[in-house]
């Protein structure tokens, strides 16, 4: 057993070991087609970026649920493209609380603004899954 108390390199390797392990899951769960993120079982609370412990209470008692996947535009920004198409960063506040940086598709980038509801929907980029959004139905009326 490695002594991690005493040695700080074996101790990081164990914590990269394990947010490695979390960003797998989160990947492969979208390789999968499914869009989870964690919850803490104690304190009730959704998070994301996935760590191994909450972050609101320190508890390691997570598990990953599908959130509804739907959310509002906290802010946006639009990246001009040298080469290609223009393109939006967006940070979006979830119903269930976390924010995620992403980007919304399929609608031109003038029509993406700070408190659109959008959905999520993953698309495949490069051979790997990406999670975007799109305008929520009651903004496409």
Known sequence: MIDTASDPAAAALTQ???VQA????????L???CF????CGDCQKFHFFPRVCCPYCGSQALEWIPP???GVIYSVTIVRAREGDDYTVVLVDLDEGPRLMSRVVDISVSEVHIGMRVSARIDTMDGAPLLVFVAAKEEQT
Request: include cysteine; hydrophobic fraction near 35%.
């Open 68 to 70: 509804s996947g739907n």
């Open 31 to 33: 390789a999968q087609g």
């Open 22 to 29: 979390c960003d797998k899951h989160y990947f492969g769960a």
């Open 36 to 39: 989870e993120i964690p919850w």
């Open 16 to 18: 990269s070991a394990a």
